[in-house]
């Protein structure tokens, strides 16, 4: 047997240990290709690995589409799902639907059903906020008469959007750091959400119906001064555009109708046939302004909206956000790129990624505070 010298082995291991440091400074491996024996005499320099080629993009990207649409999926599963949804409104239809159809018409025509009524109180604080010389002692003072407003008002300035390093501890404060603006947004909003509440034995719907009013005004809200229109305007038509749909539960509780009555697919089909002319009703017991019922009224044919139809299409282009994002319609959404309203509102293609992607945002960040409220 060969005999291994003293000084050999202190060589081998010395290479060895000069290998193990040169390795651990080494790039890192996906960083390169490796490089053949042959083309490694040639040349000392090492090449990029390749990218990833049109094929492996398109995977990436439809692993990300199908993430986005199960975390959507989440949302519409703890209900009925957005009703304005047309595949939906395909679906089975109810055994007598026409003959119900007829019914809420006549229903709407003749008023024979109880309006949903604003709070006196509500009211009044909303025309007083509506009012550039209002006194902020006056608003204090008729809001602090009603507990559940002033509740309401106060949880909202402690909110994270409106917080500060000491929370506001008295309905002054709260109104003071909300602004009158802002305040008159929230008493509508208070007011719808307590409106939808009060229609009983319709829960699954009127909670759809928050929803979707709740999400379609932050969405306005968000893309409205990419559209240069103010922001909090925006809130409040996206907040009433669908307020008809309210008028319509309460016409078919007239009916005696609960919600394992009414099939998605035809409470879809009464929202679409007569939401519009149902809020018009809506915004002439509420005494809305005259641009909020113009948008109520038509808002989906926005171009022949005769006195607000800017409003109309801003209102449009957040409820079709609002509806594909909630259905995981990620094509349609995409496809808004080319939107009627973008075009009647004269916003150059270059910027309509930058609104869309804003409408997102808001969405999700509602998305997830459902989530966690859940």
């Known amino acids: 047997m060969r005999r291994v010298e003293p000084q050999s082995r202190a060589r081998g291991g010395q290479h060895k240990l000069i290998g193990w440091l ?19 005499a040639t040349t000392d320099t090492v090449k990029p690995a390749p990218k990833p080629n049109g094929e492996k993009v398109r995977a ?23 009703l304005d949804d047309q595949a939906k409104n395909r679906g ?19 008023r024979n059903f109880d309006l949903p009524q604003l709070p006196a109180t509500q009211m009044a604080a909303m025309n007083m906020a509506g009012d550039p010389n209002c006194e902020i002692n006056s608003v204090v003072e ?31 404060e709260a109104v003071m750091r909300l602004g009158t603006r ?12 307590g409106s939808v509440v009060s229609v009983r034995g319709l829960k699954s719907y009127s909670e759809e119906i928050w929803r979707q009013a709740f999400m379609v005004g932050n969405i ?34 007239s009916e005696n109708l609960k919600a394992k009555d009414i099939p998605p697919s035809t409470m879809g089909r009464i929202f679409f046939r007569f939401h519009e002319r149902a809020g018009g009703l809506m915004a002439e017991s509420w005494k809305l302004s005259p641009e909020i019922t113009s948008v109520i009224q038509k808002h989906h044919d926005f171009a022949n909206n005769p006195d607000h139809p800017k409003s109309a299409a801003l209102v449009s282009l957040a ?36 609104v869309l992607s804003r409408g997102r945002a808001a969405y999700q960040q509602e998305f997830q505070r459902n989530r966690k409220v859940a």
Do not use: C
Request: aromatic share 6%.
């Open 60 to 82: 990436i990207d439809a692993l990300e589409a199908a993430r986005k649409q199960a975390e959507a999926e989440k949302w519409r599963r703890t209900g009925v799902g957005n």
């Open 182 to 193: 802002v305040l008159r947004s929230m008493i509508y909003t208070v007011s719808i959400r």
């Open 220 to 253: 306005a809200k968000t893309i409205a001064p990419k559209l240069n229109m103010e922001p909090e305007k925006a809130f409040l038509l996206g907040l009433l555009h669908d307020v008809g749909k309210i008028v319509l539960l309460s016409v078919l509780k």
């Open 319 to 354: 409820h079709r956000m609002d509806l594909y994002l909630s259905t995981a319609d990620e094509e349609g959404f995409m496809d808004l790129m080319r939107a009627e309203e973008f075009e009647f509102l004269g916003i150059p293609m270059g910027e309509r990624q930058g």
């Open 92 to 110: 089975t239809a109810l055994e007598n639907e026409h003959e119900l159809i007829a019914r809420v018409a006549r229903r709407i025509e003749e």
């Open 22 to 40: 040169k390795s651990l400074f080494a790039r890192k491996r996906d960083d390169y290709v490796r490089i053949p024996r042959h083309e490694a």
């Open 142 to 172: 008729l809001i602090s008469t009603d507990p559940v407003l002033s509740s309401e008002l106060l949880r909202i300035a402690n909110s994270p959007a409106y917080s500060k390093d000491e929370p506001a501890e008295t309905l002054h």
